[in-house]
């Protein structure tokens, strides 16, 4: 299996293992990491049976002001950015213990400015790749029911009514 971590985070797989089929032809990514993983299984000549994407990352229906601000805000003061970007994707939840790295601006751009457009999911689909896709409907950081309506075309879409960002359901 091959697994593709969020944005600024590491060994964030295991917040998924309830849901991860264990397979040499898988591949997963988590928000900033579905964005790679489903990259990486258009382009790859590799055998892959499933493509799991958690909480894509899914800014395109964002406006143009809010990925301004994200980036300025980033741009001055890259840890509170991080800081309040943890707390968002956990929200409303307590924050977990994480793993993080410092994401650099270029990965913030890539995140916030990709499409996820019907060529790309066409690709994958033609390739025989089978996608899940997950989604927590209380998400603070994407616009879950946008996305999962774009997805709903090409995957399997599970949606957790008060999971967030992480897939988690408060108590």
């Given at each position: 299996?091959?697994f593709?971590?969020?944005?600024?985070?590491?060994?964030d797989?295991?917040f998924?293992?309830?849901?991860?089929r264990?397979?040499?032809?898988?591949?997963?990514?988590?928000?900033?990491?579905?964005?790679?993983?489903?990259?990486?299984?258009?382009?790859?000549?590799n055998?892959i049976?499933?493509?799991q994407?958690?909480?894509?990352?899914?800014?395109?229906?964002?406006?143009?002001s809010?990925?301004?601000?994200?980036?300025?805000s980033?741009?001055s003061?890259?840890?509170?950015?991080?800081?309040?970007?943890?707390?968002?994707c956990?929200?409303?939840?307590?924050?977990?213990?994480?793993?993080?790295?410092?994401g650099?601006?270029?990965?913030l751009?890539?995140?916030?400015?990709?499409?996820?457009?019907?060529?790309?999911?066409?690709k994958?689909?033609?390739?025989?790749?089978?996608?899940?896709?997950?989604?927590?409907?209380?998400?603070?950081?994407?616009?879950?029911?946008?996305?999962?309506?774009?997805f709903?075309?090409?995957?399997?879409?599970t949606?957790m009514?008060?999971?967030?960002?992480?897939?988690?359901e408060c108590?």
């Amino acid at each position: 299996m091959t697994f593709y971590s969020g944005f600024s985070l590491t060994n964030d797989r295991r917040f998924f293992e309830p849901f991860l089929r264990e397979s040499d032809y898988t591949v997963a990514g988590f928000s900033y990491g579905a964005i790679k993983a489903a990259l990486h299984a258009a382009n790859s000549t590799n055998r892959i049976d499933t493509l799991q994407l958690f909480s894509p990352a899914f800014f395109q229906t964002a406006k143009s002001s809010f990925k301004r601000l994200q980036l300025a805000s980033f741009t001055s003061d890259p840890e509170n950015y991080r800081q309040r970007f943890v707390h968002g994707c956990f929200a409303p939840c307590e924050v977990q213990p994480l793993d993080l790295k410092m994401g650099t601006i270029d990965e913030l751009q890539e995140l916030l400015d990709f499409i996820w457009d019907d060529l790309l999911l066409e690709k994958i689909v033609a390739k025989g790749i089978h996608i899940e896709v997950y989604f927590g409907m209380k998400d603070h950081i994407i616009d879950a029911d946008a996305a999962r309506s774009f997805f709903l075309r090409y995957a399997t879409v599970t949606s957790m009514p008060k999971a967030n960002h992480f897939l988690q359901e408060c108590k």
